[in-house]
């Protein structure tokens, strides 16, 4: 199959869909819509950023996420981590440690990666990384795939272009909607979201883009944390899954299908995808 190229494209940004406060956004339930509600925020708030569980859907997510405009530097993913690992070796010298150390026990629970993911589940021809940072994950995907990917930190963004327009693919400088939104319809075999869902300010809009992208019979492969796993309830606010403010909701099994029923898809959690001992949770959704 010879893939249509994709020329002109560039990044923008349409702008923050709440009211703004100092580079925060006020959100609503991100999930359902419903009012965040009042009293105290969850135990786990850091002071700057609360908290909240919605009590209509559940879902645990930040009352204010930080504006696009800042993720494109001063939160941006890769400034971000490893600022995370330096404060957390810090504050948490011994379990921090012992978390990097035992890195390999993710390997028992199969490869899980995005390229893995769409070399096992999407045909060769045109794919997304949704937050593909430097590109390093879509490099590695056979001949046949086409890499394209959207980016809103901008140096990120940059190294992956160089590396994805070699391969006849192509990297928007955008937030995931409006860059989602700059793309054509039903065109993409598969699409990674690794280690995106959590960070996003928007999710539903950014999961509904994606359903107009991607072909009927495509296959977005998701990984997030599972704020339902036992070392959540076992650690508390030292849970690794915790990251103030990158990481603006939390999602569970449930809120996670519920995410992909309202956005047209169904999902399929992996084997490994939802048991409480991994702090992650993978899912493949399907256009429903
Ligand atoms: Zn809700």
């Not at 999930?31 to 645990?60: F, I, M, T």
């Amino acid at each position: 199959m010879t893939p249509t190229k994709i020329d002109g494209l560039v990044g923008t940004r349409t702008g923050d869909r709440c009211g703004m406060d100092e580079g925060r956004v006020h959100r609503n339930c991100p999930l359902c819509g419903a009012a965040p509600p009042g009293g105290e925020p969850l135990r786990y708030s850091h002071p700057d950023w609360p908290l909240k569980k919605c009590p209509s859907c559940s879902l645990v997510y930040l009352e204010y996420a930080p504006a696009y405009v800042r993720l494109e530097e001063e939160f941006g993913f890769t400034e971000q981590y490893d600022r995370q690992w330096e404060r957390r070796l810090k504050e948490q010298p011994i379990l921090a440690r012992l978390d990097k150390w035992t890195m390999w026990r993710l390997g028992m629970f199969g490869d899980p990666t995005p390229a893995s993911g769409m070399r096992a589940w999407a045909r060769p021809g045109p794919v997304l990384d949704v937050g593909c940072g430097t590109g390093d994950e879509f490099e590695k995907l056979d001949d046949g795939y086409i890499p394209f990917g959207i980016e809103i930190e901008k140096r990120a963004a940059a190294e992956a272009r160089a590396i994805f327009q070699k391969r006849g693919g192509q990297v928007l400088n955008a937030d995931a909607v409006s860059g989602l939104a700059q793309l054509p319809e039903k065109y993409f075999n598969g699409v990674a979201m690794w280690g995106y869902l959590e960070h996003e300010t928007n999710p539903k809009p950014a999961l509904e883009g994606v359903r107009r992208v991607i072909k009927d019979d495509g296959i977005v492969v998701v990984k997030v944390p599972n704020y339902a796993c036992w070392n959540r309830s076992i650690l508390g606010n030292k849970w690794t899954g915790f990251w103030h403010p990158d990481h603006t909701q939390y999602w569970t099994p449930k809120t996670m299908a519920q995410l992909a029923k309202d956005c047209g898809f169904d999902a399929h959690f992996r084997l490994y995808g939802r048991i409480p001992l991994n702090d992650y949770m993978y899912v493949n959704l399907r256009p429903a």
